[in-house]
């Protein structure tokens, strides 16, 4: 379907007058909210190229401006106007249909070129190990519709955090995902070597969430179910220590992520817990306790960076 935004509104089902243009879409509501329309050939390639809420909406709001500014005059298919996007970036470092002092017209063979270019190859390869945080957020989510969370200790509320929490995970996009599949398989890697081991993961400094992966040697054996809910409780009290001793030494934060995990090569046990914790306006004598719990265990010392 060809996108030309010279087309609006009536333009579309005016047959009468002779303007409508087969095949042919622009803006179907332009005094109103914008409106997307997909054949099932676009939208398939789209939600392939673009499997993440991020980058998908993000790839909205960017074509609708850009229907909206005047400056596209054609473009011969979505999936065309998708692979112009997809190489360039903005001076945000974002994609986007730059120059934005240009008016384009995008002709049917972009696709094409983008799918068998080495660095969209190269991309796919990349992008392999960021599903590794695909597969925790559809582990934590198939539990939870699932009704087979399991609720441990006395965290009570545990599940609706949860919840919360992965749809935190899920916003994140497909290139930061790389970053966070990386941390995934290094903790799990290093974390072999040692009793705990933390890694706390941002996209940016000064953004509002992180993340942390933290995995703790286990010494029960599964097979002995209060053993192993007794190292289940601990891990987790552990992951909520270090929780908030992210938000306590970074206040611009407003929420932690943790994942806790089993280490690689563990003979019994393969579960994960998450704990979600929002920044909180606590008083000097609660930051005082939380830095003294984590000074004890050995957690962010003044000396660490």
């Not at 010279?6 to 002779?18: L, R």
């Not at 969370?149 to 009570?156: E, R």
């Not at 929002?278 to 609660?286: F, L, N, P, S, Y």
């Amino acid at each position: 379907m060809i996108v030309q935004p010279e087309i609006k509104g009536d333009d579309h089902w005016q047959i009468e007058m002779a303007r409508v243009r087969p095949f042919c879409i622009g803006d179907l509501d332009p005094s109103g909210s914008f409106v997307h329309d997909f054949n099932e050939f676009a939208l398939d390639i789209v939600m392939r190229e673009l499997d993440t809420v991020t980058d998908f909406v993000d790839y909205l709001d960017k074509k609708e401006r850009l229907v909206r500014s005047g400056r596209l005059l054609r473009a011969d298919g979505e999936e065309n106007l998708l692979a112009y996007y997809a190489i360039r970036i903005n001076e945000d470092g974002e994609h986007d249909f730059t120059p934005v002092n240009r008016q384009l017209q995008i002709e049917c063979t972009h696709y094409v070129r983008f799918i068998t270019d080495p660095q969209y190859i190269a991309k796919k390869k990349a992008d392999e190990i960021s599903y590794l945080w695909d597969d925790l957020i559809q582990s934590f989510t198939n539990h939870m519709l699932a009704g087979t969370s399991v609720t441990i200790g006395n965290y009570g509320y545990q599940l609706k955090e949860n919840e919360i929490g992965v749809r935190f995970m899920a916003l994140e996009c497909r290139f930061f995902r790389r970053s966070l599949g990386k941390a995934i398989k290094g903790a799990l890697k290093n974390g072999a070597a040692k009793d705990t081991f933390f890694r706390m993961m941002m996209r940016r400094e000064g953004a509002e969430t992180a993340f942390f992966i933290l995995t703790v040697r286990c010494q029960a054996d599964a097979r002995d179910a209060r053993e192993y809910e007794k190292y289940r409780i601990a891990r987790t009290g552990l992951a909520e220590i270090y929780a908030k001793g992210i938000l306590e030494r970074h206040g611009y934060l407003k929420r932690v992520i943790g994942i806790a995990l089993e280490p690689s090569g563990q003979k019994y046990g393969v579960s994960e817990d998450l704990v979600y914790v929002e920044q909180a306006a606590w008083t000097e004598e609660e930051r005082s306790r939380i830095r003294e719990v984590c000074q004890k265990l050995g957690i962010f010392r003044p000396d660490m960076k």
